[in-house]
């Protein structure tokens, strides 16, 4: 059993934020600098090619923690961020590119690298919660929160289907092969996120995966625009749907 | 030109509440208690069969006053509340009315009869928002928001489509019939809401309304549950929609 070494912190504008890493796994803690008691914590998983220190990762990190209190992790994903790349990871990322590059359809690489990837990060992501919740300011006991788009959805239906110490969750921005039948395991309370004019995702896919959940508390929040272009005030809206799941007060203006 | 009487005022808990009337229509204006300068006002269309009083038009318009300091407005829709039924209201209510007992589907029924109260509802709006523009504390220059679902839609796009004073609105809960051609024209930002499992409205149909919209920022959120299941949650969204777009910051903690 692989335990958690942290190695830098820094601190700034409220927000502990420490780098530790979990065997050969980098990973980073952002908790309250002002943290009494314990507090809930929000596992936040990034997207594809980005890494756990990537602005949107940090940007919603930070809500969270000074919005409601709570720590926030994330870890890099296999073969992203500081994680070495598979001779399987090389090939598939070749594939998309060259199939961006020629202006075909990635998503049929996408899910299944995905999901590949998936397989890979859920015994991970279980063995940091394990690792997390052996820290005295996180503890055993309090509800977990999931929060993660593209990849991040990927990785986190499996995780959160197989794992009953998450207890809310907000998806997003995937496409339902590989992961609807998993979805139809999930009954926490879920907000999923879909982009009206994705042009990666076909729109009735998107629907198809909010669909599938079988959580009785879900709530699909579709924005127009392209893939890209997620309106930031949806993570305000994530603060509020932990907050209210996670049993926390949102404490600033938004 | 109408000018609007205020007939009563009461005060509870921060927010004034002035019935008035506009000719023969009766509405009621809140406002915050504390509020020196002008601020913006959101007009509220109730849904059908209810009044400008529904618990639900209180409960939100309580929350826009205490929440961003914004005046908010209801009138009585034809028909409706304090309101004389025409001889053709009578008639399509007990049309309605046996539809439910027999169990068949009121949607068309609702459709044509909506299309009908918004035909008359539309100059009433465009006269009270004429007449609260002219109170001091309101102003001429202001944003102005409009704030309604089912029946409150229906009078609502039409509305919306004709008033270039209107800046965004949060509509939802309706068939695309009738009013999805008037969608195409609103560009203003809007939020959407519908029902994953309406009884009434296909969810097809729900999607293709809020399809309709032509304008840049919409968002749609879609929750699990009955027509009648709306979560409450939705009218806290329904505050930071408005104080975005109004330009008010929220101010309590929700």
Redo the contacts between chains.
């Keep these: 059993m692989n335990s958690l070494r942290f190695t830098t912190q820094t601190s700034s504008d409220g927000v502990v934020e420490r780098d530790f890493t979990l065997g050969e796994i980098p990973g980073v803690l952002w908790s309250p600098a002002s943290a009494a008691d314990r507090a809930p914590l929000v596992l936040m998983g990034h997207g594809g090619g980005t890494h756990r220190k990537w602005p949107a990762m940090t940007g919603r990190a930070r809500l969270l923690v000074t919005g409601a209190g709570l720590h926030v992790a994330c870890v890099d994903a296999p073969g992203h961020g500081e994680r070495p790349r598979t001779a399987h990871d090389e090939r598939e990322i070749a594939v998309m590119r060259r199939a961006m590059a020629a202006g075909e359809p990635v998503g049929p690489i996408v899910v299944r690298y995905n999901a590949h990837l998936a397989e890979r990060a859920v015994p991970e992501w279980r063995a940091a919660l394990d690792a997390l919740q052996r820290l005295p300011e996180i503890g055993p006991e309090g509800p977990v929160g999931y929060y993660g788009l593209n990849l991040g959805t990927a990785i986190g239906v499996p995780f959160v289907a197989a794992e009953p110490r998450v207890t809310a969750a907000v998806f997003g921005l995937h496409w339902p092969d590989a992961l609807a039948g998993t979805a139809r395991r999930i009954t926490v309370p879920i907000e999923y996120t879909l982009q009206?004019d994705d042009e990666h995702i076909p729109r009735e896919a998107g629907?198809a995966l909010?669909?599938a959940f079988a959580?009785?508390?879900?709530?699909?929040?579709?924005?127009?625009g392209r893939h890209k272009e997620l309106?930031r005030?949806e993570a305000?809206?994530a603060l509020?749907f932990f907050a209210?799941h996670l049993g926390r007060?949102?404490?600033t203006?938004?």
Tied chains: 1, 2.
């Design positions: 009206w629907l909010f669909d959580s009785r508390e879900k709530t699909l929040h579709a924005n127009a309106p005030f305000d809206s509020r209210r007060t949102v404490m203006p938004a």
